[in-house]
């Protein structure tokens, strides 16, 4: 875990695409797409029906790391709204367990706007936790701390001689400076099937302004790999 400081409070950054909030010992995810693959073989498209398992042990395996007792997911949790009755007895079975020992919260995103809630856990459209904006879409203009999912950041970086792209966590700074109060945040895909977004797209640029400056961020090495995407015109 990478420790580094986002409006006034104290965070982690884990390498498997989770955040850690010390605080309110949460752990916070984004665009699980659970179900993806089942969805996609209702049209014909085949593939391998595991992600969901894959993405709940990825779940179960960072709240072991970091002992968080609260959880949450910040939207597109499942692939589609009809995903959660898809879901093979194993996989609701892990689910389950991991609803039953963790204060969950479901954000709801735009591919499961209308879930319920008959799988553990509470809903909501978006929460403020200590000062601290939860959705799922960043909000164009917004002036407080947000953190966000929906876009799936991910960065290309060359190490020695090869192109590597992983996904990364974007921040902007806001009026106070980055990761001060009024930064912003847009969390990578945690899902297992889940592709992603250039994280300089003018989609992710222009939805976290008004900014003096916008970073990829990349846990490696024990620190916070800073990438800048964009800067304000002196």
């Given at each position: ?131 601290v904006i ?94 800048p995407l ?5």
């Amino acid at each position: 875990m990478v420790p580094f400081s986002f409006s006034g409070e104290e965070w982690r950054l884990g390498a498997a695409r989770w955040l850690f909030w010390p605080r309110e010992n949460a752990l916070l995810v984004a665009d699980l797409h659970l179900e993806k693959a089942s969805f996609f073989a209702r049209t014909g498209q085949m593939l391998p029906p595991y992600d969901s398992r894959e993405t709940l042990e990825r779940l179960a395996l960072a709240l072991r790391e970091t002992g968080a007792r609260r959880v949450f997911c910040l939207g597109d949790n499942f692939h589609d709204s009809d995903g959660a009755e898809r879901l093979e007895p194993h996989a609701r079975g892990m689910l389950a367990a991991l609803t039953r020992v963790t204060d969950w919260v479901w954000i709801t995103g735009n591919h499961d706007s209308s879930m319920d809630d008959a799988l553990g856990g509470t809903l909501a459209e978006e929460l403020d936790i200590g000062g601290v904006i939860l959705r799922h879409e960043a909000l164009s203009g917004e002036t407080r701390a947000e953190i966000s999912g929906h876009y799936h950041p991910r960065v290309g970086v060359t190490v020695r001689g090869r192109r590597i792209v992983r996904p990364c966590l974007v921040a902007a700074e806001g009026a106070s400076g980055l990761f001060a109060t009024g930064g912003r945040m847009i969390l990578p895909a945690f899902g297992a099937l889940t592709g992603g977004m250039n994280a300089a797209d003018p989609a992710i640029l222009s939805a976290l302004q008004p900014a003096r400056a916008i970073d990829a961020c990349l846990a490696a090495g024990g620190k916070l790999v800073r990438l800048p995407l964009w800067r304000a015109a002196a």
